[in-house]
Nanobody, 126 residues
Framework: QVQLVESGGELVQVGGSLRLACAAS????????MGWFRQAPGKERDFVAV????????YYADSVKGRFTISRDNAQNTVYLQMNSLKPEDTAVYYC???????????????????WGQGTQVTVSS
């Protein structure tokens, strides 16, 4: 059973930066496509970013493109989300997710992911 544990969420001011981490255990991390999603209160869980198994391909939601960067360290079984120029609308619970399949055109679809973390709260204060 794969376990994912997110960390790094906190209260930050507008324009600030955070780096989220998601540590995986119980599986073969390097074989998973990894994604980040977020969910604001009263809203659906939305795609943020995805990275392929070896890290050669990444995709981002338009709302975060140019501000967020996803990366992974397969030796450390960890995926990261570097978030810069944070805005109040970035406030949400951030989740990492693992897809046992390779990166495909449905990377934005929550139903494609097999394992989820419990989430970490990011609050951007104005």
């Amino acid at each position: 059973q794969v376990q994912l544990v997110e960390s790094g969420g906190e209260l930050v001011q507008v324009g600030g930066s955070l780096r989220l981490a998601c540590a995986a255990s119980g599986g073969t991390f390097s074989s998973y496509t990894m994604g980040w999603f977020r969910q604001a209160p009263g809203k659906e869980r939305d795609f943020v970013a995805v990275i392929s198994r070896r890290g050669f391909a990444t995709y981002y939601a338009d709302s975060v493109k140019g501000r967020f960067t996803i990366s992974r360290d397969n030796a450390q079984n960890t995926v990261y989300l570097q978030m810069n120029s944070l805005k109040p609308e970035d406030t949400a619970v951030y989740y990492c997710a693992a897809d046992v399949d390779g990166l495909n055109t449905y990377y934005y679809d929550t139903t494609k992911y097999d394992y989820w973390g419990q989430g970490t709260q990011v609050t951007v204060s104005s």
